[in-house]
């Protein structure tokens, strides 16, 4: 071999090297980028951020290597797409229409709902949800008389906050978010008793009002205010059928993602 063609060679096996050197990843350069960025959105100070689209458990290294959070503040928030709610609630017996026995009202007193739903997560704003409910009420002054009421119901909330927030590769809960629902449901009424009411009812509308407080990623508190409308029964013992009667609970209940 000439000296001249070794020289080329040796040339060009050296700019292979440098050509390879310059293009191989830069661990420090990537971890600037990635405090740069927690930096711009304000990060760098919350507790919970993941880096969504790092590469699994290097872009967690990165973030707890250059000090940016601690290892226990990182949590991989991953939005869900289903959840199932139970609780129960109070009834309101100033906002409920009276019971009627023997041509007098009684007020609701010491009435109480327990409650279970099944809901999908459409969008970060908007839900779906299945609703079942079991109502006891009573009455104030009037003993040994009570009324129960099963319910099943379709219902569409919207957020008015954004459950989560997403920033580049950042993606934050809100801990605290509030709601409006409205949908529609059926039922069957029994007042107990000689004379009670009883049969099937329609409940439409139904409205709620609440706020959501999310305690873990997974686990949340929802408080709201319910009111149902309901047409075709009555409401009380020795009572013609139908008409209309609005009845008004406060609800509390925990709801756990999946």
């Not at 740069?36 to 951020?49: N, P, S, Y």
């Not at 839900?127 to 319910?151: C, G, H, M, P, V």
């Not at 029964?233 to 609970?249: E, L, M, Q, T, Y």
């Amino acid at each position: 071999m000439s000296i001249k063609k070794f020289s080329g060679l040796a040339i060009l096996l050296g700019m292979m090297v440098a050509t390879d050197a310059s293009a191989r990843y830069d661990d420090a350069k990537f971890q600037a980028e990635i405090l740069t960025g927690l930096d711009l959105i304000g990060a760098a100070d919350t507790i919970e951020v993941t880096p969504t689209n790092a590469p699994g458990e290097l872009g967690r290294e990165v973030y707890e290597i250059e000090g940016a959070v601690q290892p226990d503040d990182i949590q991989m928030y991953i939005p869900t797409s289903m959840y199932l709610r139970m609780g129960g609630g109070l009834n309101l017996g100033f906002a409920t229409d009276m019971a009627q026995y023997n041509g007098t009202d009684y007020e609701s007193s010491g009435s109480y709902t327990t409650q279970i739903g099944l809901g999908w997560n459409l969008s970060s704003y908007v839900r779906t949800e299945i609703d079942f409910q079991e109502s006891t009420f009573k009455f104030s002054d009037l003993d040994n008389r009570q009324a129960t009421y099963q319910t099943i119901s379709g219902m569409l909330y919207f957020d008015l906050a954004r459950r989560y927030v997403q920033n580049g590769d950042i993606t934050r809960r809100r801990t605290f978010v509030p709601f409006v629902g409205v949908g529609a449901g059926m039922g069957v009424y029994d007042f107990q008793g000689g004379g009670g009411a009883d049969g099937f009812v329609i409940a439409v509308p139904q409205a709620t009002a609440g706020f959501n407080v999310m305690l873990t990623d997974m686990i949340g508190i929802d408080v709201a205010y319910q009111y149902q409308m309901m047409i075709g029964n009555g409401f009380g013992w020795n009572v013609r059928a139908g008409g209309v009667d609005n009845i008004s609970n406060i609800m509390a209940s925990v709801r756990v993602n999946f």
